[in-house]
């Protein structure tokens, strides 16, 4: 979102307070709060990640914000993307005299100011994700690896930037990697890489699959001293063992994966919290915590 088009839009509305929005279909639309809004895009209420009928009573004519009839029919719902303009004088009068002790916009004072305030939905009808569940970082993460992808990194008029590291480039033996993205500083052997996402020092052994994956890597290095030293003792080094297999999952940092693993949950379990045992399952989606080790052998 370009942040002038939004404040120049408020600007010539008039409102008091303006808030970015998102068109959705039904499969997503209770994930979100969702507004009504009048022929003229000014907000009437709020209803926060309604359900059943009052989820469908949320639906509104999103031709009112631009949509062409036929996406206005398959994005029925105005999603709110937690990004706000207000007037100063509005914005200090609700913070310091209404609303003092209030602690979020989004679910208190925003839904309180509807039928005093101008409130206006302003159309943001394109790439956005809300990455507040595992699904939604999972596939986002996912996305970026696209061709083209939906939001791109390469925008030399519009940089991304992200923390320096100094990390030596990633060096790759005998891999086959496809649709992927390989972060600084990693060691891939003879592995075949898929339609994953690689972060910063991670190491992926002989034989490994890696596969609808996101790894984020480690925040340290292990010599080869340590890494000799922990097989000795029967321990896992920080990365992903020889002849391993690895499927819909979400790999945290510092996590240890042994040799002869296999995470695919081929069950197709949908909930699971198995953090005893170093991870836990979300919306289908396989979560190998933080510093956890997955012992050699093991199936999820």
């Known amino acids: 979102m370009d ?6 839009n408020h600007r010539q509305s008039g409102a008091d307070i303006t808030i970015s929005s998102l068109p959705i279909d039904d499969s997503r639309a209770s994930d979100f709060g969702l507004m009504k ?7 009437l209420s709020f209803s926060e990640k309604p359900k059943g009928n009052d989820l469908k009573a949320m639906r509104v004519d999103t031709t009112v914000l631009g949509l062409s009839k036929d ?6 719902y105005i999603a709110s993307m937690g990004v706000y303009v ?6 200090f009068n609700l913070l310091r005299w209404r609303f003092p002790t209030a602690n979020d916009f989004g679910s208190e004072i925003i839904p309180a100011s509807a039928k005093e305030f101008y409130i206006k939905a302003y159309l943001f009808n394109d790439y956005w994700e809300d990455i ?3 699904r939604s970082f999972y596939e986002a993460n996912l996305a970026l690896t696209e061709h083209p992808p939906r939001f791109s990194f390469y925008d030399a008029a519009k940089p991304i930037y992200t923390s320096k ?4 480039p990633s ?3 005998g891999c086959k990697i496809i649709d992927s993205i390989i972060s600084h500083g990693s060691f891939l052997t003879s592995s075949l890489i898929e339609h994953s996402v690689v972060g910063i020092r ?3 052994n002989f034989n490994v699959v890696l596969q609808d994956t996101v790894m984020l890597g480690a925040d340290y290095y292990e010599t080869d001293s340590e890494i000799a030293y922990a097989i000795s003792k029967g321990k896992v080094p920080i990365g992903i063992g020889e002849n391993t297999k690895i499927r819909e999952c979400i790999i945290d940092k510092n996590a240890r994966i042994g040799k002869n693993v296999v995470i695919e949950n081929s069950e197709r379990v949908q909930e699971a919290d198995r953090t005893s045992e170093g991870f836990l399952i979300r919306s289908g989606v396989t979560v190998i915590m933080k510093n956890s080790t997955i012992k050699d052998g093991t199936v999820i």
Request: no cysteine.
């Open 165 to 168: 590291r100094n990390l030596p």
């Open 132 to 134: 507040g569940t595992i």
């Open 71 to 76: 996406e206005a029919e398959k994005k029925p």
């Open 202 to 204: 991670s190491r992926i």
């Open 37 to 43: 809004i009048d022929n003229k895009g000014r907000v």
């Open 86 to 91: 207000f007037k100063k004088d509005i914005l």
């Open 3 to 8: 942040y002038m088009d939004f404040v120049q």
């Open 171 to 173: 060096k790759i033996d």
